[in-house]
């Protein structure tokens, strides 16, 4: 109920004056609103209208990696141009941008035989994306990842502090308080096991770099003819291909009480189309032992980066809070199974 009122709330802030297809040469006879996005019928075809909030050189990093991958991946988004060549059009001081729309249905986490898909896709994604380079330097992360980990300690103690001045807690205040140190402890032991690691050794060998698309939630991953596509790279980077494998693992287990059959089965798709040193698996394991859900919640919550109710965000870390012990023994098991 939350996210779909909040979709409205994005979707309010769109133009849809014809003038703005009048610039991409397109005739519209439906639209639709999907999420974030509208999903458009035109004389073309079905296209999607997105709104843009980030700079023209992000787009521009976005076309390029999108150019890029086709090569040997054509399974991502298509821009549509518009009738000066652009990817996008400026109107009423506002960036949109239209996409080909990509067929398919979104990815069941549950179901054995779409994570195997998409874990497969995803290792094709980053084949093909392996070599790419950018001018855009701050979306190199490769190299900076315990400087984070590190910039996220501060910050959690910094939302302690903030907690514990509240002279009237809320219920929130109190459960962060009781779970905080445990919470730090394990983003410590997160640091230092990337300090151990072979971490900064392998962000200078460039096969295990990739593009990384970054948000690889259920809706992103498009299932067709026994095939991932993926959608919105709104937040790609070029880092270590196990950030976004890290990142893909998360989205899957935080539902399925953590479990250690699904991160098998994600990482046997990924090897099916592409490689994963031991080194890898190490650095993987660091990062999955951050617990990225915690400080997530605790951070939405304590700086309000979310427009929610109280009521949303106390819900939200009772869940997490809850699968506390679920979380430790899947790294128990991952470190005694999976690190050889």
């Given amino acids: 109920m939350i996210d779909r009122y909040g979709e409205k709330k994005y979707l309010a802030k769109y133009d849809l004056c014809v003038e703005i297809f009048d610039r991409f040469d397109l005739e519209i006879s439906d639209i639709v609103p999907i999420r974030n996005v509208y999903m458009v019928s035109t004389n073309r075809g079905e296209k999607i209208l997105k709104r843009v909030e980030y700079t023209l050189d992000e787009l521009k990093f976005i076309d390029e990696i999108l150019t890029y991958v086709k090569n040997k991946f054509p399974r991502v988004v298509n821009f549509v141009k518009n009738k000066k060549g652009d990817i996008y059009t400026i109107w009423e001081g506002e960036m949109y941008c239209i996409m080909d729309m990509v067929q398919g249905k979104e990815c069941n986490f549950s179901n054995p035989v779409d994570l195997n898909t998409a874990s497969e896709g995803l290792g094709e994604f980053h084949l093909a994306s392996e070599g790419f380079k950018s001018n855009m330097n701050n979306k190199y992360n490769n190299g900076r990842l315990i400087d984070v980990f590190k910039r996220r300690i501060q910050e959690m103690d910094f939302f302690v502090n903030i907690a514990n001045i509240h002279e009237k807690k809320t219920e929130f205040d109190e459960i962060f308080i009781k779970n905080s140190r445990h919470y730090i402890r394990e983003i410590k032991k997160s640091e230092m096991l990337l300090e151990k690691s072979c971490y900064y050794k392998l962000c200078s060998e460039e096969d295990k770099i990739a593009v990384c698309h970054h948000d690889l939630a259920y809706h992103n991953i498009l299932i067709n003819d026994g095939k991932a596509y993926f959608v919105d790279f709104d937040y790609a980077i070029i880092d270590l291909k196990v950030h976004d494998l890290c990142n893909f693992i998360n989205k899957v287990i935080k539902n399925f009480a953590f479990d250690m059959d699904k991160t098998r089965l994600i990482i046997k798709g990924y ?62 098991e991952f470190k005694d199974t999976v690190l050889k």
């Fill in 271 to 332: 090897c099916h189309k592409n490689t994963l040193s031991n080194r890898e698996l190490e650095v993987l394991y660091a990062m999955l032992s951050f617990p990225n859900d915690f400080y997530t919640i605790s951070k939405d919550y304590y700086t309000r980066r979310k427009d929610w109710e109280e009521g949303v965000f106390l819900d939200r870390l009772k869940r997490k809070v809850r699968y506390k012990e679920d979380r430790l023994e899947f790294l128990e």
